[in-house]
């Protein structure tokens, strides 16, 4: 468990640009250091189709993220990963085992849509 956060502005939440979007395609990423997949996801035509590494490999299936709509920080600098550049930072919790849940919208928003 992690402790709390240093309390922070309202300007300094603007900065952080955290938007939906929806997988276009999962697969295996065999280097990475701990099992993960590398996301397509289509943030629509304000940020478009970026790059993720996700290590969500113990909660989902390839299969069960195409179409999924996803939350992600896209404003950070791309990180490369072993030989992946993760453009955007997936946003999940880590659930009792420290394995990650996706944060997700529970009805169908358009993609790009900012957190608000």
């Known amino acids: 468990m992690v402790g709390a956060a240093p309390q922070i ?5 603007l900065k952080v640009d955290i938007r939906v979007g929806t997988v276009l395609e999962a697969e295996n ?3 990475a250091r701990k099992p993960a997949y590398k996301l397509r996801i289509d943030f629509g035509d304000e940020v ?6 996700a290590q969500i490999t113990v909660h989902y299936t ?6 999924r709509q996803v939350i992600a920080v ?3 600098p791309p990180r490369q990963i072993g030989p992946f550049m993760s453009e955007v930072l997936t946003l999940g919790y880590q659930d009792e085992n420290g394995d990650i849940v996706l944060n997700s919208v529970d009805k169908p928003v358009p993609n790009g849509m900012r957190l608000i």
């Open 9 to 13: 502005t309202f300007d300094d939440f």
């Open 74 to 76: 896209v404003n950070f």
């Open 29 to 31: 990423f065999p280097e």
């Open 48 to 53: 478009g189709v970026k790059k993720s590494s």
């Open 62 to 67: 390839k299969q069960e993220l195409i179409g």
